[in-house]
């Protein structure tokens, strides 16, 4: 555990809660905490309103500043080395290991990419895309205003192309073409955090392609594009096809959440890397692919001699 140095979250009080009471609008916006944590942080003097300590009766007007001023906390202990793959006056790749949130969020703050690399490389980076915690590999970085809205039109676009080494269960057919995946996915219900991305006939258009790349004693060694981008498509796609990850803590063989004590989407365990991606650079045009060499547990063995 390391100690960071706090943070401040700020949030303009919402019109849906206008004639709430501060207190209430923070117990029912932020479920992570109850209402008693909540009246102790104002005690303490955490929150403000407008600029002035609360005391949780205020009733803000819309638009009011709401501030939490939370004090320094210990982070979990996570991989904090990452390798730097392209860098130019424009772009910059890293690869992301195992275990390292892309960004702040859940208890973490200075221990993410994010952080680590604007105070190593350059503070105006902005990640254009992001990885799940437990998922290692390619993260491409835009260091200007021009490089993040062109870049991130192509990928709206399917203009950008990513390509996933994973370990999936069981036996993966092998067709010899690569196997197209498009099980729609949205949200379901989850026993702890009440809804997460899962595989259901209701939720939006999904596309997947996945190639056999070798087949294992109990498992299946995979390359998969993904040519759509929803939250956690890959594992939900290949669950759905019932193969789940190996190792995945929160979907079964339906692409839906374990019926039993399913896990949440940041717990490690499975095995997906963000292995290339190709694009065409935003200032020259030219093609750039950025390759990240997944672990060994994701190579194929080595042929025969």
């Known amino acids: 555990m390391a100690l960071n140095g706090g943070y401040s979250y700020r949030l303009p009080f919402p019109p849906s809660a206008q004639g709430t009471s501060l207190l209430d609008f923070l117990t029912a916006e932020f ?13 303490r003097g955490e929150v403000e309103v407008a600029g002035r300590p609360a005391t949780g009766a205020e009733q803000p007007r819309p638009g009011t500043m709401v501030v939490w001023h939370r004090p320094p906390w210990d982070e979990p202990d996570v991989p904090l080395a990452y390798t730097l793959l392209y860098e130019d006056a424009d ?15 859940g208890g973490f ?8 690399v604007r105070a190593d490389l350059d503070p105006a980076a902005s990640p254009l895309h992001r990885l799940g915690r437990g998922t290692s590999g390619a993260v491409l970085f835009a260091r200007t205003a021009h490089a993040a809205a062109t870049l991130s039109a192509d990928w709206r676009a399917g203009r950008v192309d990513k390509v996933y080494r994973a370990l999936a269960t069981g036996h993966f057919p092998d067709a010899g073409a690569p196997t197209d995946l498009r099980t729609p996915i949205g949200p379901v219900p989850h026993p702890r955090l009440g809804r997460v991305h899962a595989a259901t006939p209701t939720g939006k258009a999904a ?49 839906t959440p374990l019926a039993d004590l399913p896990g949440l989407p940041g717990d490690l365990g499975y095995l997906l890397h963000a292995h290339t991606l190709h694009f065409h650079h935003p200032v020259t045009g030219a093609a750039v692919q950025v390759v990240s060499p997944p672990p060994p547990a994701l190579h194929p063995a080595e042929p025969a001699e």
Do not use: C, F
């Open 31 to 43: 479920r992570h905490s109850t209402r008693q944590v909540w009246e102790e942080r104002l005690a």
């Open 109 to 116: 703050l200075a221990h993410t990419l994010l952080t680590r």
């Open 207 to 255: 596309h997947s392609r996945a190639r056999v790349l070798e087949t294992r004693a109990d498992s299946t060694l995979l390359d998969v594009e993904i040519l759509t981008g929803r939250p956690h498509q890959i594992r939900i796609h290949l669950a759905a096809a019932g193969h789940p990850l190996v190792g995945d803590p929160l979907y079964g063989p339906d692409g």
């Open 91 to 105: 772009l910059l790749a890293v690869t992301k290991p195992s275990g390292l949130p892309t960004l702040p969020g």
